[in-house]
């Protein structure tokens, strides 16, 4: 059975990211978290296990595109290819609900690149739990957003996560109801912007 840990939506409680992160690190546990996105399934970014778990949750294959959630820019660009352009915009987009698609670096595992792209999502979430969970983590979550197979938008409800996937994850972070809107995913990895997806962010500020 998940851990249900009820977290604060603006001021999380230090002692209990502490646990969450603990188990992360040290048992390689899935996590269910609230983002300014929806819902979204996260590991450790060296977490086999884990990333098979999630392509099994949500019913996706070796191409699904893995997102890195990242503190900060400077961990974002550690992570991921950025030339200048690319790097203004997603700079003055960040954080907040976006996902960028770019070349990854060396520092990201194969394993968690396009097989044939050999690109990876990055992205900085607008939102205190996720913030806190990666300043206690000190690396990116290898996340995805929580959209089960059959459904259209994320899940946006803690106690529905534990009731569905109770025996699929680990812990299930509540901080209130979250935005049922997904982010909105940039492909920049050939050298200028597509958007993949139209959600939360607004993707007018990378449309010519």
Known sequence: MARYVDLHPDNPQPRLVGKIVAVMRDQDALIAYPTDSGYALGCRVGNRDG????LRIRGLDERHHFTLVCRDFAQLGQLVKVDNAAFRAIKAATPGPYTFILPG???VPRRLLHPKKKTVGVRIPDHPVVQALLAELGEPILSSTLILPGETEPRTLGWEIKEDLDHDVDVVIEAGETPAEPTTVIDWSEGSPEVLRRGAGDP?????
């Open 51 to 54: 990333r098979d778990r999630i």
């Open 105 to 107: 670096t060396p520092e």
């Open 204 to 208: 007018e500020r990378f449309e010519a």
